[in-house]
């Protein structure tokens, strides 16, 4: 546990100082975003993900250096390696995603181009061929109405990358508001990380600990007003956090149960044809309407429904609702028990 914890902290304190020295490098070198939501929609550094990323890779390099020099413990650690690995590739697709052309950058255009959406999965299968390569996850998995399953290599060839580019894509539907990306993150890793350390794996906490640190090292410049946004670079790491902390762990009714508020939102998604967008249209009063009024295609488009709502107060809700999911999935785990 308290190699954990130092973990953690470590992870934090990098991303604190990393976060707030890129801020700074990102607008030198216009890797900027508008921030759609606030008046005048003023250029803020973009691609959260990668002080992110860093910050986990110290958190996790010390976990490895503990398990090597004071346990002496190295039979899990090309997993975990594989994992890091992952987690950078996809971080390095977001990155590029995060990327903005001429127009936006001279207010021209609100919405950047970045990848093209046929782009995105493409590009994040690579991603998972780390831990294919290195066979991680167990190929045995319990499928309603037909048991428990043994896949074999099709595990690693098929079901590896499916969910890594299922998980990447999926959580990349649900954000641009301040804090809500990163804030949402800390809900259902803190929930993985616990269900990991309940079930004694502790490779799996360690990634997830080591991320919850380094978004909460994040969060203190990308909560509303936010000086750096997430960016899609954020979306895409969390969702190979999510799916390698999963597979490595033999979790995966745990990571799809607490994955259920992103698929609810690709299917409310799938009726605009995937071209709709989750922000509000912003007020004189500072607060956000729904952008297409009583259609629903989006969470976000639900909670403006109920009533006008600042950003932060929308972000807030994103979270409450992640946390109902998450203490939902403790009662119905200890209600299997």
Request: aromatic share 14%; charged share 15%; with cysteine.
């Amino acid at each position: 546990m308290w190699v954990l914890v130092i973990s953690f902290v470590i992870s934090l304190v990098s991303s604190l100082v990393l976060t707030k020295s890129l801020i700074s490098f990102f607008k030198r070198n216009k890797i900027v975003a508008l921030d759609l939501q606030k008046k005048g929609k003023p250029l803020v550094a973009n691609s959260g993900g990668v002080p992110v990323f860093f910050g986990m890779f110290f958190g996790l390099m010390f976990f490895i250096a503990i398990q090597v020099f004071i346990f002496n413990v190295t039979n899990q650690l090309v997993y975990l390696f594989a994992a890091i690995l992952t987690i950078f590739l996809i971080t390095l697709v977001g990155f590029f995603d995060d990327l903005n052309n001429r127009a936006v950058l001279e207010k021209k255009k609100d919405i950047r181009t970045g990848l093209k959406q046929w782009q995105k999965p493409l590009m994040t299968i690579p991603a998972a061929i780390p831990l294919m390569v290195v066979k991680a996850g167990y190929t045995t998995m319990w499928i309603p109405f037909f048991g428990n399953v043994n896949f074999g290599i099709l595990y690693a060839l098929i079901l590896v990358p499916i969910g890594v580019v299922g998980a990447a894509n999926a959580i990349n539907l649900l954000g641009g508001f301040n804090g809500s990306e990163a804030g949402m993150g800390v809900i259902y890793c803190t929930s993985l990380g616990i269900y990991s350390l309940i079930h004694g794996k502790i490779v799996s906490a360690a990634i997830f600990f080591s991320c919850i640190g380094a978004l909460v090292g994040f969060l203190k410049y990308n909560w509303v007003p936010a000086k750096i946004l997430s960016g899609d670079s954020i979306q895409y790491l969390l969702g190979s956090v999510v799916a390698s902390g999963v597979i490595l762990g033999n979790m995966e009714k745990a990571g799809l149960f607490l994955m259920t508020p992103f698929f609810i939102e690709f299917i409310l998604k799938l009726k605009g044809k995937l071209k709709v967008h989750c922000m509000g249209k912003l007020r004189k009063d500072g607060k956000l309407d729904p952008p297409y009024g009583k259609k629903i295609y989006s969470w976000t488009h639900i909670i403006m429904n109920i009533k006008p709502m600042t950003e932060k107060q929308v972000t807030l809700v994103l979270m409450l609702m992640q946390i109902v999911f998450s203490v939902f999935f403790f009662v119905l785990v200890g209600y299997v028990a």
